[in-house]
């Protein structure tokens, strides 16, 4: 302490001695240029050193600053060599600098708020620039990821605004729990949680609302750089969540030297013009006869009736989508303090009548060198988002515009007395008409959120740093939904409110000590740390049914004794020591080692801390004399090994098994459907990676390729059991999965002169995964929100499922005639319904009715993992123009056709327009000789017009679209920044840029449904998710967007 | 600034060693309980008790052709299943999970407190519940049952079950003798809402679990033992009185009758054609029931119809006058027009589980097989009073009220009714009985008609799905049990139900134990 009072005094009077100096000081000027091609840089921060003085260069590059004799001049700019310069007795200093992406001293941001070398990361790491993700204009900046980054894999989970994305890096590791990456903002862990709709009173799967992901509340304009770390290496700073991964986002701080004011503005059109297409030749009915009354498309030809119409229920519906967003930045500061406020608001219409998203982000950042050994980073973040999201899947906008008839008018959706203007005679079974389900319904939530964030770096001595970082993330979310009593869904409780509020609270301190030393070639460096991590959620849910005015949303509009309350709040605490130790041999050879052990409250108290080290070795081959003179050709090479180890907690509460209360007559407590399991232990894991990193021809080209091996066993799953056990689900441990993968990352610049540059950036990933077991040692594990239509659903499927169904016909492996099985021992499978099939692998069929044979059992039918997936980038720029365009590139990988199979047993897809044709199913009868050497063949003709019941014996099967291949459109972008000898002629603008912009303009694809990339649950939904399942729900749309942005 | 980071590292430090334990033990939910006391667990396994039997109960009533759907050819209408669904395997997910482990919980609290009244009734609902589950679903998970960490369950034989139930009943009796420890009506009566704490029912009501178990085995020559059956019967119920009725506030979908308007679950269910002929004079020539206006409603035109079994509703059209109206007592659906229902479809009736009638019944059977006919004849004329009796409570009407005594009157000395116990006849009890048992005794009907092999000696004139509209997988076989639940065995235990046939495409129309000889 007393120490402490001597070094402030020391530091008050060194300030008055720089005071005193500034009465020596005269003027300095000077033209800073671009070293690459001589064009002057405006925009340059000039500070002297030690002092709050500073300027920026003008738009010729030109500054002027007042400095002494044997002061240092400071010159910096983003994406340049910071440069340090003396001042001497000149009063004339010009200088080139040199663009920064010379990266054999690239510093990445890995952990903590603390930064590394890159050479010395001995594990996959991947930066992407926080412009780059604000250029592709999207307003979840995780859209901005896909292609971009070679392991990861994004899926959007609808087009609608505010809807939510998955990542996942490096497949999942978890076949039940969380699976999406650690996400960081300025060393403090962030919420990326999405509602889960078990909290409300109706405790409903995630499938029928989207609610959007909190990451996506990180404003892309804040954004400097993003570092995704893919591995479990990641684990051993950050913790058991950075297990899958962590997305490491550094914010943008303000720039010393003159305070600078941005703007940057975009309009978008967005457009949906991909659908499923429906046939208008059939009516309503069955068995060929028309019934206005019958749900199904199996009527009479109504084509040929005169005056017949046909309305466009699908493509009138939806709407043209725009958006705004506008950003507004004020930055300065000197060398010992910078301040960066920014506010952005954005508004998108979605394509969806009544969607929409509203969103306030205001970002205060502040740096401050309290003393030369103090500094301080502070932060402070609001963001207030409102959404309005309608319904989809079985009861949205999308089955209800499918289904609707096409030769009725959608739009005209209310009778005159202003009541839902019925399909039906009657309201059974009506699906509900799109534009009352989302003008009479709502579906909306409204979040408030904080972050706040204090860093304290201390440096007592030259060898030894303290740092901290206290954190706290705070939001709270209000949701409501509204079902008008005339809706389908509100058609029995005769209308509802399903409401909910959350309030989150997020804390987090970290420390640590990091001493540095060295002796003759080593350098070495040690830390220490330790964390605190607290997460507190409560929701308080309530529901009332019987509505009394139609159109009035709200809980007091509900009958009040049907009124009921949920109160939910759950709590996990998670204490962590660490520990890291780097070595490094004369800048050739790199090891780092970790260890780390957590405490969670999740975990029974006998079982409740794990240890989890990783080593991981570095060899830059380059350094060797012998390669040293040829860095021309090989500038930089590196061989990288890594292993690592992580374990992974249990939710909360869920050792014991927990009552819930009834609704039924007299209340009380029942035990909920989860069983306890109080020797739970934790989840391990296991990862090797292998990689390379080659620049060659003066860092023209750059490879980095890696190939992982991860394995997750005692996987904590609530699983499917025989009610037996006396629950729905078991909480089991066990089992085993493996991950591996290969990436590549490519970089080359073909072409590049003073005026042309042309850069190609390409990313390839390959994802192999295998179930070893399940836990429990049952046949599949599934994902009960996936399960939204028909019998297909996402799961893991153990290997040899011959030996879980000894009674079945042999089951072949994949490509045999046998049952055609896809997906056996995979994490990433769909289990669904098949045909029944004879020994040699046909099909059976009824000899009663010359239908198919259903096999009524979960067996593997498809597989969603891709061969591979791409992406490539290439930029142009040719003097103050830049084009560039991203292509996202998939091969293979199965998709369930939900809309498909849902139009295909209603009468409605095209598919089924030959109903007149006769058909006779291949396959052979079930008549007992079937296995025989001589099966009869089914010879039994059917005319599906006047059979209905054809179509509804096509399965699950049927309906897995294999292979799915896509070339996408993702961005488009043209800018052009205004020259500097434009710039010059005024004095109000210090920089200017305008630009043309489009996202998903063109989808090359195989598959027969709208739009392949989509996921049917929402973001809330764990395990491997629903990436795959084309259900109900819209793909991202088109859109065009044009902006502007200036400086001053 | 430096003394942060030492108040950081001290606490972290002091955090680590003395207290990390009590700050990480927050594992118990804070929102739900973890563990309960009886009197909060009894009142919704009550109701889960009549939610089972009403579940399956639905399907039941269409084999038994009490009603079908309004639809051409149901699949449960032709004697079939849904493949790969959940539908008929209620009772076994009541048994096994929302009834399942929460009696244990009662025990084990109980014990705890001597309270011998709840362990009593809490093993009384355990034993009714492997009775009624393995009548409708044979095979069941008995030995191995809620043992831990098991994961795979091996079937025992519904001979074990049929034994188990006696074994727990029995212990039920005993504890529900005891009057010591925490023994008391006021206690037992805040959870209890059917007998409101009053012990002595509690043991009529295994008493009459315990006629069910004896009486089923009257195909089973050995086993079958009439004197035993009629001496559970006496020691259970006395009177209506006595029935076990599971209450229904009717608020809200959550507590509303499961075959209330409310919660609208019969809206695709018709009254059945047999049923009408078995009351409007059709089978008894000339002899109108007085409940067939208390239990069923007429078309418009206002002839009583019914659906036949897999046919549908040809009229099923708005305002067709011939439309046979829903069970609710109405033309059209009633989902968006409020209505309060009709007989037991209404939403705040009491759901009898076990009645008086019902035992009377048995007695008749037990004492006509046996050879008393004296008996039987006094049994069976209780068990038709007991029931007119109780459908007249709900006709408030005082017109039709009048009507129905009226009507009740001529209808006793129809041909409808044996005249006396020399001329009483096995089809006489069961037909009455099947005419009694509608709605709320579906699976018990279920049971008998088994018992008998869908005979149309004992219930005359009933039509079975001929071979065109039967189910496909039947191979012509008529149902004899419900499948164990799909996402439970089918699923997650395959491998047990294979050694005993589960797996087969007809196993639905395999008879269970208590059927064969």
């Known amino acids: 302490m007393k120490h402490f009072l001597q070094q402030s005094f020391a530091l008050l009077v060194s300030l008055g001695l720089s005071l005193q100096l500034v009465a020596q000081d005269r003027a300095i000027s000077g033209n800073i240029t671009n070293a690459a091609d001589n064009t002057p840089l405006p925009g340059v921060s000039v500070v002297v050193k030690g002092t709050a003085r500073g300027t920026t260069t003008d738009v010729d590059g030109n500054y002027k600053v007042n400095a002494a004799a044997g002061q240092t001049l400071i010159f910096s700019y983003i994406g340049y060599v910071r440069r340090e310069v003396k001042v001497g007795n000149q009063s004339m200093l010009n200088l080139d600098m040199e663009s920064d992406n010379n990266t054999l001293n690239e510093v990445v941001i890995t952990g903590l708020g603390g930064s590394q070398e890159k050479r010395g990361l001995n594990y996959a790491v991947q930066e992407v620039k926080g412009s780059e993700i604000l250029n592709s204009q999207r307003d979840n900046f995780m859209l901005g990821l896909q292609g971009r980054v070679a392991g990861l894999q994004m899926t959007p989970t609808s087009g609608t605004a505010g809807g939510s994305a998955v990542i996942q890096l490096r497949g999942a590791g978890s076949i039940g729990n969380n699976n999406q990456p650690l996400y960081v903002v300025d060393g403090l862990p962030v919420s990326n949680g999405t509602f889960g709709q078990g909290a409300l009173v109706t405790d409903r799967a995630n499938r029928d609302m989207d609610y959007q992901n909190r990451a996506a509340d990180i404003n892309p304009n804040d954004i400097e750089t993003i570092t995704i770390l893919k591995g479990p290496e990641a684990a051993a700073l950050y913790g058991i969540e950075a297990a899958n991964g962590a997305i490491i986002i550094t914010t943008k701080k303000g720039t010393t030297g003159r305070g600078k004011i941005s703007y940057n503005g975009s309009v978008s059109v967005r457009d949906v013009y991909r659908f499923p297409e429906t046939q208008t030749q059939y009516g309503r009915g069955f068995n060929g006869v028309f019934n206005p009354n019958n749900f199904s498309y199996f009527g009479a030809d109504i084509s040929t009736v005169p005056g017949a119409q046909v309305y466009d229920n699908v493509g009138n519906f939806f709407q043209q989508g725009a958006r705004q967003s506008h950003s507004l930045s004020v930055e300065g500061g000197s060398e010992k303090a910078t301040y960066r406020l920014s506010t952005t608001y954005l508004s998108d219409k979605g394509v969806v009548p009544t969607n929409k998203m509203d969103q306030i982000n205001v970002r205060l950042t502040g740096t401050a060198q309290i003393t030369p050994k103090l500094k301080t980073v502070t932060s402070f973040n609001y963001i207030g988002t409102n959404t309005v999201a309608p319904l989809r899947g079985a009861q949205g906008f999308l089955t209800g515009a499918l289904a609707f008839p096409f030769y009725l008018d959608a739009s005209d959706y209310l009778t005159a007395n202003g009541t839902r203007r019925r399909t039906f005679g009657e309201d059974a079974n009506d699906l509900d008409n799109p534009y009352f389900n989302v003008y009479k319904n709502f579906n909306g939530n409204r979040t408030n959120r904080t972050i706040g964030n204090v860093q304290l770096d201390y440096a007592p001595t030259k060898w030894l740093t303290l740092a901290t970082i206290l954190g706290a993330d705070i939001f709270s979310t209000r949701y409501n939904r509204f079902q008008h009593p005339e809706s389908n869904a509100g058609i029995t409780p005769k209308g509802f409110v399903d409401n909910a509020t959350e309030n989150s609270q997020l804390l987090n301190a970290n420390f640590r000590a990091t001493a540095q030393k060295s002796f003759g070639k080593f350098k070495s460096s040690l830390m220490v740390g330790s964390t605190v991590d607290d997460r507190r959620y409560e929701t308080t849910a309530i529901y009332g049914e019987q509505i009394y005015l139609p159109d009035f949303n709200s809980i007091n509009n509900t009958l009040p004794v049907t009124q009921r309350n949920k109160g939910t709040l759950v709590q996990r605490r998670l204490l962590s020591v660490l520990g890291s130790f780097n070595l490094n041999y004369a800048d050739l050879l790199y090891l780092n080692v970790t260890g780390r052990n957590d405490w969670s409250s999740t975990l029974p108290v006998q079982n409740n801390n794990f240890f989890y080290p990783s080593v991981s070795v570095g060899f830059i081959f380059t350094e060797l004399p012998a390669l040293e003179k040829r860095r021309d050709i090989l500038s930089y090479g590196k061989l990288r090994f890594a292993y690592a180890e992580v374990g992974n907690d249990a939710m909360p509460y869920r050792t014991r098994p927990r009552l819930v209360p009834q609704g039924t007559t007299g209340g009380g407590f029942l035990y909920d459907f989860f069983g306890g399991n109080e020797n739970l232990r934790p989840e391990r894991g296991q990862s090797f990676e292998i990689g390379t990193e080659l620049r060659l021809f003066k860092n023209r080209i750059g490879l980095d390729i890696a190939y992982f091996d991860k394995r997750n066993s005692d996987q904590i799953t609530s699983q499917r059991l025989s009610y037996g056990t006396g629950f729905i689900f078991g909480l089991l441990n066990g089992g085993e999965i493996r991950n591996s993968g290969l990436e590549v990352q490519f970089n080359v610049s073909p072409f590049k002169t003073k005026d042309f540059k042309w850069d190609i950036n390409a990313n390839f990933t390959k994802l192999w995964n295998q179930v070893v077991s399940l836990p429990g040692d049952v046949a599949e594990y599934y994902n009960s929100d996936t399960w939204l239509f028909g019998n297909a659903r996402a799961s893991a499927i153990a290997p040899n499922q011959a030996s879980f169904f000894p009674n079945l016909v042999p089951v072949g492996t994949e490509g045999s005639k046998a049952i055609p099985v896809r997906g056996e021992g995979k994490t990433t499978a769909i289990a669904g319904w098949g045909y029944l099939r004879n020994n040699n692998g046909d099909i059976l069929v009824n000899p009663s009715n010359g239908l198919p044979l259903n096999n009524a059992t979960f067996l593997p039918i498809g597989d969603r993992n891709p061969d591979f997936t791409m992406g490539l980038q290439n930029s142009f720029s040719y003097k103050n123009w830049t084009l560039s365009a991203l292509l996202d590139i998939r091969k293979g990988g199965d998709i369930f056709n939900g809309n498909e199979m849902f139009m295909f047993r209603s009468g409605l897809s095209k598919r089924v327009l030959d109903r007149s044709t006769p058909y006779t199913f291949r396959g052979v009868l079930r008549d007992g000789r079937e296995n025989s050497d001589n099966p009869t063949a089914n010879t039994i003709q059917v005319t599906p017009q006047f059979r209905s019941d054809f179509y509804g014996a096509f399965t699950e099967e049927s309906f897995i679209e294999r292979d799915i291949n896509w070339i996408r459109m993702r961005d488009l972008r043209l800018a052009y920044s205004f020259s500097t000898a434009l710039l010059s002629k005024q004095k109000v603008f210090r920089s200017g840029s305008v630009f043309v912009s489009g996202n998903e303009l063109f989808l090359i694809t195989n598959y027969t449904g709208a739009d392949p990339d989509v996921s049917a649950t929402s973001a809330g939904t764990l395990g491997i998710g629903a990436r795959g399942f084309d259900y109900g729900t819209l793909a991202l749309p088109r859109t065009f967007t044009a902006g502007l942005s200036f400086s001053f | ?517």
Not at chain 2, 333 to 350: C, E, L, S, Y
Not at chain 2, 374 to 401: E, G, K, P, S
């Open chain 2, 1 to 517: 600034m430096k003394k942060i980071s030492i108040i950081t590292t001290l606490t972290l430090f002091i955090l680590g060693t003395t207290s990390c334990e009590k700050y990480l033990d927050v594992n118990f939910d804070p929102s739900f309980p973890q563990v309960s006391q009886g009197f909060a667990i009894l009142p919704p396994m009550l109701a889960q008790m009549s939610r089972a039997e009403v579940f399956d109960g639905r399907f039941a009533g269409q084999y038994c052709q009490y009603w079908q759907s309004s639809g051409l050819g149901n699949v449960w209408d032709r004697h079939g299943y849904v493949a790969g669904s959940d539908a008929g395997g209620e009772m076994w997910r009541s048994h096994y999970y929302s009834i399942g482990k929460n009696v244990d919980l009662i025990i084990e609290d109980a014990t705890a407190k001597q309270q011998w009244d709840y362990m009593g009734v809490a093993k009384a609902i355990r034993a009714w519940g492997w009775q009624t589950t393995t009548d409708a679903n044979g095979e069941m998970i008995l030995k191995q049952a809620w043992e831990p960490n098991r994961y795979i369950f091996d079937f025992d034989s519904q001979e074990d079950v049929y034994k188990e139930v006696v074994r727990l009943g029995n212990e039920s009796l005993q504890d529900l003798a005891r009057t010591d420890g925490a023994v008391s009506v006021t206690s037992l009566g805040r959870g209890d809402l059917v007998y409101r704490g009053d012990r002595s029912k509690w043991i009529k009501f295994v008493n009459a679990v315990l006629a069910r178990n004896a009486h089923h085995l009257t195909n089973k020559k050995g086993l079958y033992n009439p004197d035993a059956v009629i001496k559970f019967v006496d020691q259970s119920f006395a009177s209506n009185a006595d029935n076990f009725n599971i209450p229904h506030a009717g608020l809200s979908t959550a507590d509303g009758n499961f075959w209330g308007p409310l919660r609208n679950n019969m809206a695709n269910f018709r009254q059945g054609d047999y049923l009408v002929k078995t009351m409007d004079g059709t089978i008894f020539t000339g002899s109108r029931d007085p409940r067939l206006a208390a239990m069923l409603t007429a078309s418009t035109d206002g002839t009583f119809r019914g659906v036949f079994t897999t046919q549908g509703d040809a009229n099923n059209v708005a305002n067709n006058v011939r439309r046979v109206p829903s069970l609710w007592g109405v033309q059209q659906p009633v989902a968006t027009a409020p209505t309060v229902g009709k007989f037991i479809f209404q939403d705040r009736v009491d759901h009898p589980l076990i009645t008086f009638w019902e035992l009377q019944f048995i007695k008749a059977e037990a004492a006509f097989i046996k050879g008393d006919r004296a008996m039987a004849f006094a049994a069976y004329l209780n068990a038709i009073n007991a029931h007119l009796d109780w459908t007249l409570t709900f006709v408030t009407d005082a017109a039709l009220r009048t009507q129905f005594t009226t009507e009740r009157t001529a209808y006793l000395r129809s041909s409808a009714v044996a005249a006396n116990a020399a001329a009483l006849t096995l089809s006489d009890i069961m037909m009455q009985k099947y005419i009694s048992m509608f709605g709320h005794g579906n699976m018990e009907t279920w049971v008998d008609m088994r018992r008998y092999n869908y005979s149309t000696d004992v219930y005359r004139n009933f039509l079975v799905p001929t071979s065109l509209n039967i189910f496909p997988d039947n191979n012509g076989k008529l149902a004899y049990r419900m499948r164990p639940r799909f996402n439970s065995e089918y699923v997650w235990n395959r491998a047990s139900l294979a050694t005993f046939g589960g797996l087969d495409a007809d196993f639905h129309t395999s008879p269970v134990w208590f059927v064969k000889p």
